[in-house]
């Protein structure tokens, strides 16, 4: 059973940080590329970051030098810090792991509000 586990998500104020971690399991890590994707209210999910096994990584214009996503290939696990948070990054967000198939984590809310 593949489970893809999300956590770090909650409140915070303009120009804060969070970091939120994804735990797989049930999967061979190494033949994913992982990612972050994030929808808010009224909006289709977009990729955030994503990141390959030899962590090559992508990012969406509007959070690049912002956010960084990382991977532990030992633990099946990603990450990703997101600095100097804007009202505009509020959103669920949902960690996915890519390649022949696709899914998904059950997503975690980010809200950035003063």
């Known amino acids: 059973q593949v489970q893809l586990v999300e956590s770090g998500g909650g409140l915070v104020q303009p120009g804060g940080s969070l970091r939120l971690s994804c735990a797989a399991s049930g999967i061979i890590f190494r033949f994913y590329t992982m990612g972050w994707y994030r929808q808010a209210p009224g909006k289709q999910r977009d990729l955030v970051a994503a990141?390959?096994?030899?962590?090559?990584?992508n990012y969406a214009d509007s959070v690049k030098g912002r956010f960084t996503i990382s991977r532990d290939n030992a633990k099946n696990t990603i990450y990703l810090q997101m600095n100097s948070l804007k009202p505009d990054d509020s959103a669920v967000y949902y960690c996915n792991a890519a390649a022949s198939e696709n899914y998904w984590g059950q997503g975690t809310q980010v809200t950035v509000s003063s």
């Open positions: 990141i390959t096994y030899g962590r090559s990584t």
